[in-house]
């Protein structure tokens, strides 16, 4: 009772702090509805949201459930012809590859409105993970602060996304003002924030994809290995989903090397040479470089495993075989 007191509490300071600041999300795919739904909810005002499609920036309306203006990309154009948006914060949630020409885009827009729409203190941020805010730049030429803030979560639905958002880190780079108003954003929203070198993204971006996209992947080809086992696709993701809850509670707490557990921690050689015969005899050869190049990782982590030097030749072995 006391803990939901104090979150009632802090949930009402969020929104006092966040009053009156307004937004424009360009792009309302998962990301950017799932921003609209936590910022609103944080007490911030949602004035605009545009996607490609009209439906889609409808659809995100609906779910953000505030009076907002929702535009296709076309109609915002033509919007913008005799009215530029005037949030003092736009969020550009696009796909990766369309943010430089929408910064464009906008960059041109607010070129033409001309001296009637002074850009002062006004922020623009992207969510990419692997682009700099640099790629706004056209926006700084126009007095933004620019700078991006990507949150560390993987948000397949808009809704859930808004809930995990509470408890995501937000990477943060870019001018100070922008960095200053996304660590803002990032607590209002209930998370956590950090700085990023913008040299650093790709690399960053990369260790996010291989954390959470690459696990799913991983995880498919687990699917697939039990499919082949005669479970069906539904009860095999059913059956390995404690298996996998396991081991990110060991993680929470444990460093890999002291978390990891099976085969390769315990050097069981023989219980290898069966795995890569099982594998073969399938053909599966995603399952066999992924068992070879994880096999290697988890030798590595176990430090001095028992037969670690005769297990690295067998996996060597197996993949000069399978290349
Ligand atoms: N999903 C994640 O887990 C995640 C996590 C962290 C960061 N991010 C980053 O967040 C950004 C958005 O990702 P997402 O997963 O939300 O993508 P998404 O679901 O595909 O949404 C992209 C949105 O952009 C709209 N759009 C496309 N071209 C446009 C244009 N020219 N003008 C206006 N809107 C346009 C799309 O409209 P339509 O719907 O009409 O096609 C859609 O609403 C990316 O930079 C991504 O790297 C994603």
Do not use: W
């Not at 007490?43 to 953000?64: F, N, P, T, W």
Request: charged fraction near 25%.
């Amino acid at each position: 009772m006391a803990i939901k007191k104090k979150s009632d509490a802090s949930s009402q300071t969020r929104k006092i702090r966040a009053k009156k600041l307004a937004v424009s999300i360009i792009g309302a795919g998962r990301v950017g509805t799932a921003f609209g739904i936590g910022l609103r909810k944080a007490g911030y005002e949602i004035d605009l949201l545009v996607a490609k499609h009209e439906r889609s920036a409808k659809r995100a309306a609906r779910l953000i459930g505030s009076p907002v203006v929702a535009l296709s990309a076309a109609q915002f154009r033509r919007l913008t012809k005799t009215n530029v948006p005037q949030s003092s914060l736009i969020i550009i949630a696009t796909p990766d590859d369309v943010i430089e020409s929408i910064a464009n885009e906008l960059a041109a827009m607010f070129r033409a409105r001309g001296p009637n729409n002074p850009v002062k203190n006004r922020v623009v941020l992207h969510t990419s993970g692997a682009f700099p805010a640099q790629v706004l730049r056209p926006l700084r030429d126009r007095g933004f602060a620019i700078g991006s803030l990507h949150p560390l979560i993987s948000i397949s639905d808009s809704e859930i996304g808004a809930k995990e958002l509470t408890h995501s880190f937000f990477s943060l780079e870019g001018d100070a003002a922008a960095v200053r108003l996304g660590r803002r954003m990032g607590r209002d929203l209930g998370g956590q924030s950090f700085t990023i070198n913008s040299s650093a993204k790709p690399l960053y971006h990369a260790a996010a994809l291989m954390a959470s996209p690459g696990m799913t992947a991983l995880f498919d080809i687990a699917v697939e290995m039990l499919v082949r086992c005669g479970l069906s696709r539904t009860r095999a993701r059913k059956i390995l989903l404690p298996l996998v809850k396991s081991t990110l509670e060991n993680l929470k707490t444990q460093d890999p090397a002291r978390a990891l557990t099976g085969t390769f921690k315990r050097g069981d050689i023989a219980t290898v040479r069966k795995h890569l015969a099982a594998i073969e005899s399938q053909k599966m050869r995603d399952a066999l470089e992924a068992y070879v190049v994880l096999g290697r990782r988890s030798l590595a982590l176990s430090d001095h495993a028992p037969n670690e030097k005769a297990i690295r030749r067998l996996l060597t072995r197996v993949s000069l075989r399978s290349a």
